[in-house]
């Protein structure tokens, strides 16, 4: 893996999202039930929730930081699995937050953020060093784990989790 693949993946799935939500109309952005009571204009927040925790992840560990993990309030053990009952409940705590305090917003709102956070995780990726992003050693808040991985699940490998949800939910034939 390199920088220009990285980079690569996040536009090609930013991309296909852009088309897909280029197909919904006003009414379908702001439905609930694409996921449980989220609308597709939620789950857009819960992907901009997510990719600016990483930007900040990202911002520690540029300074010699341990980053927290997930967020201030909505912290868990990091020396157990990612499958670790616990992580699991902190996320999900985590993200009916991002929820309860985004579902009022307007559509236009979290459009212009999304595409200007896409923006910035662009910008932060093409200058993140090699180092930061592809030496195991220089990310030990992830058990070793390469940085460029936690850039993949919150950007390209999280926009196909919900491009197939949305899609999913398009298919059923109440929506269309």
């Avoid at 560990?61 to 912290?75: D, K, L, M, N, T």
């Avoid at 868990?76 to 009916?96: I, T, W, Y």
């Amino acid at each position: 893996m390199d920088k220009a693949t990285v980079l690569s993946e996040i536009g090609g799935k930013h991309d296909e999202m852009e088309a897909l939500l280029a197909s919904l109309d006003e009414r379908q952005m702001t439905q609930r039930g694409v996921y449980e009571e989220l609308s597709v204009k939620d789950v857009l927040v819960h992907i901009v929730a997510w990719e600016r925790m990483m930007l900040g992840w990202l911002a520690a560990i540029q300074r010699g930081e341990s980053p927290v993990r997930y967020a201030p309030g909505f912290i868990f053990n990091e020396q157990g699995p990612d499958e670790d009952p616990e992580a699991e409940a902190v996320m999900n705590r985590l993200n009916d937050h991002v929820f309860q305090e985004n579902k009022n917003r307007p559509l236009a709102d979290v459009m212009a953020d999304f595409q200007a956070t896409h923006e910035d995780v662009v910008k932060a990726v093409s200058q993140a060093s090699d180092a930061d992003l592809f030496d195991e050693k220089h990310s030990t808040w992830r058990r070793k784990w390469a940085f460029y991985e936690t850039v993949a699940g919150n950007t390209y490998g999280h926009y196909q989790e919900h491009i197939d949800l949305i899609r999913a939910w398009l298919n059923d034939g109440k929506h269309g």
